[in-house]
C-alpha cells in the first residue's frame, strides 16, 4: 500500500476495550469508504489487535501493534514478537516510542533490533525520535536527532516500508507543541541524515507527532517536509482522529 500524504496514525497507547473499539474502528471504516485521499492507521493494544484488524481488512488501513521484541521467538515473558503481531493481523509496528524507551529503558540498539524484527516480517516499521526539553534547551536537538536516527534506523531499509515520526518529548500528552518553524527544521534535519544513512532515505514519510489535534492539524500538516501525523490523545475519540486527516486533506 503507498502512503499518501496525509498519512494520519493514531496510537491508541493503553486504551480501549472491545466494546469501544468495534464502534470506534466502524467509524474510520465507513469515513475510508468515502474517500480515498491520504493515508490512515491505528496503532492499538496487542488485546484489540485481531479484532481490529478484522474489522479493517481491505478497507486500506493500517492496523499496527505498538511495539515488538526484537527476537522473532523465545523466551521473554509478557512480549510479543513481530511474528505474532502479523499472525494477528497488524500490517504496522510502532517502536521506540518514547513512552517505550522511557517506561522499559528502551535503548536506540534495542529499537534497532526491533525495528529490524518488523522490518523482517514485512510490517511497515513506524521508527519513533524525538528530543526532551532539557535537549532542546541545550541546543541538542540536533544531536540527538542524529544519535537516534543514526542508532535506531536498520541500515537497509526499504524507504517503501519505513516511517520516522518525529515527536517531541516535551509535546507529547501536553498541550504544548514546537512552532511551525521548530517542525519545520526539525524534519529537514531528519531528512538529510535519513538521505546519508539509506539510499533514497529524503524520500521516506515523516510524521510530526505531540498534541496534534484538529485545532492545529491543518497548520501542523501544510508544514513543509510534513508527511503527516502521528496522534495519540486526539486519536481516541474518531470525530477528533478524523477531523485530523481531513484538515490536512483539505490543506
Ligand atoms: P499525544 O501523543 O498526541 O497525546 O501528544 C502523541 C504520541 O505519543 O504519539
Same mark, same amino acid.
Not at 493503553?14 to 465507513?30: C, K, N, P, T
Not at 504544548?176 to 517542525?183: H, K, L, M, V
Not at 501525523?229 to 483539505?250: Q, R
Given at each position: 500500500?503507498?502512503?499518501?500524504?496525509?498519512?494520519?496514525?493514531?496510537?491508541?497507547?493503553?486504551?480501549?476495550?472491545?466494546?469501544?473499539?468495534?464502534?470506534?474502528?466502524?467509524?474510520?471504516?465507513?469515513?475510508?469508504?468515502?474517500?480515498?485521499?491520504?493515508?490512515?492507521?491505528?496503532?492499538?493494544?496487542?488485546?484489540?489487535?485481531?479484532?481490529?484488524?478484522?474489522?479493517?481488512?481491505?478497507?486500506?488501513?493500517?492496523?499496527?501493534?505498538?511495539?515488538?521484541?526484537?527476537?522473532?521467538?523465545?523466551?521473554?515473558?509478557?512480549?510479543?514478537?513481530?511474528?505474532? %503481531?502479523?499472525?494477528?493481523?497488524?500490517?504496522?509496528?510502532? #517502536? &521506540?516510542?518514547? +513512552?517505550?524507551?522511557? $517506561?522499559?529503558?528502551? /535503548?536506540?540498539?534495542?529499537?534497532?533490533?526491533?525495528?529490524?524484527?518488523? %522490518?523482517?516480517?514485512?510490517?511497515?516499521?513506524?521508527?519513533? #525520535? &524525538?528530543?526532551? +526539553?532539557?535537549?532542546? $534547551?541545550?541546543?541538542? /536537538?540536533?544531536?540527538?536527532?542524529?544519535?537516534?536516527?543514526?542508532?535506531?534506523?536498520?541500515?537497509?531499509?526499504?524507504?517503501?516500508?519505513? #516511517?520516522?515520526?518525529? +515527536?517531541?518529548?516535551?509535546?507529547?500528552?501536553?498541550?504544548?507543541?514546537?512552532?511551525?518553524?521548530?517542525?519545520?527544521?526539525?524534519?529537514?534535519?531528519?531528512?538529510?541524515?535519513?538521505?546519508?544513512?539509506?539510499?533514497?532515505?529524503?524520500?521516506?514519510?515523516?510524521?510530526?507527532?505531540?498534541?496534534?489535534?484538529?485545532?492545529?492539524?491543518?497548520?501542523?500538516?501544510?508544514?513543509?517536509?510534513?508527511?503527516?501525523?502521528?496522534?495519540?490523545?486526539?486519536?481516541?475519540?474518531?470525530?477528533?482522529?478524523?477531523?485530523?486527516?481531513?484538515?490536512?486533506?483539505?490543506?
Amino acid at each position: 500500500m503507498p502512503l499518501a500524504a496525509p498519512v494520519v496514525f493514531g496510537n491508541w497507547k493503553m486504551h480501549g476495550l472491545r466494546d469501544d473499539a468495534e464502534a470506534q474502528v466502524a467509524a474510520l471504516a465507513s469515513y475510508a469508504a468515502k474517500q480515498d485521499g491520504g493515508t490512515l492507521g491505528v496503532f492499538v493494544p496487542a488485546t484489540l489487535l485481531s479484532l481490529v484488524a478484522g474489522a479493517l481488512r481491505g478497507t486500506g488501513i493500517w492496523v499496527g501493534g505498538q511495539d515488538c521484541h526484537g527476537s522473532l521467538e523465545g523466551a521473554h515473558t509478557g512480549d510479543i514478537s513481530a511474528v505474532m %503481531l502479523r499472525d494477528a493481523g497488524a500490517t504496522a509496528a510502532l #517502536v &521506540g516510542h518514547s +513512552e517505550r524507551r522511557t $517506561d522499559h529503558r528502551e /535503548t536506540d540498539d534495542i529499537v534497532l533490533g526491533k525495528a529490524k524484527a518488523a %522490518l523482517d516480517q514485512g510490517l511497515l516499521a513506524v521508527v519513533c #525520535v &524525538g528530543e526532551t +526539553e532539557q535537549e532542546r $534547551d541545550a541546543d541538542q /536537538t540536533e544531536a540527538r536527532l542524529a544519535k537516534q536516527i543514526e542508532g535506531s534506523i536498520p541500515d537497509g531499509a526499504s524507504v517503501d516500508q519505513l #516511517v520516522v515520526a518525529y +515527536e517531541p518529548v516535551w509535546a507529547i500528552g501536553t498541550g504544548r507543541t514546537p512552532n511551525a518553524q521548530q517542525i519545520r527544521h526539525a524534519h529537514q534535519f531528519l531528512r538529510e541524515q535519513l538521505a546519508q544513512k539509506l539510499s533514497g532515505g529524503a524520500g521516506v514519510t515523516l510524521l510530526y507527532g505531540g498534541s496534534v489535534k484538529p485545532e492545529n492539524a491543518a497548520e501542523i500538516l501544510a508544514i513543509d517536509g510534513v508527511d503527516g501525523a502521528l496522534v495519540g490523545g486526539a486519536s481516541l475519540k474518531p470525530e477528533s482522529f478524523l477531523a485530523i486527516h481531513a484538515a490536512g486533506l483539505s490543506g
